[in-house]
């Protein structure tokens, strides 16, 4: 499996940013989907998923902030950011995962957002 992550940048306190993950080399449809991040000295952490149901999750740090979708046909996963903090500042990277008899854990490449003040 193939992730490749995109649209990170630099952007203002109070901006907006559009993260995609765009997936091959698998059936997308089946693997939970998520964005972590991981800022400098810091572990990483989940920022919100979206399961194979289309159920989402996120971290309390962005709930009401970032969106999570996806779209199976185009095997895509976005992460819509916006009300911008500094402490958004992080490496993000997409992340697929399932679990069937054994783990499937794939990581993309990461995208940096710097959330200037």
């Known amino acids: 499996v193939q992730l490749q992550a995109s649209g990170g940048g630099l952007m203002q306190a109070g901006g907006s940013l559009r993260l995609s993950c765009a997936a091959s080399?698998?059936?997308?449809?089946?693997?939970?989907m998520g964005w972590y991040r991981q800022a400098p000295g810091k572990q990483r952490e989940l920022v919100a998923i979206v399961t194979s149901s289309g159920i989402t999750n996120y971290a309390d740090s962005v709930k009401g902030r970032f969106t999570i979708s996806r779209d199976n046909g185009k095997d895509t996963v976005s992460l819509q950011m916006n009300s911008l903090k500094p402490e958004d500042t992080a490496v993000y990277y997409c992340?697929?995962?399932?679990?069937?008899?054994?783990?499937?854990?794939?990581w993309g490449q990461g995208t940096q957002v710097t959330v200037s003040s």
């Open positions: 992340n697929a995962y399932r679990v069937a008899g054994r783990i499937y854990d794939y």
């Open positions: 080399g698998t059936m997308f449809s089946i693997f939970d």
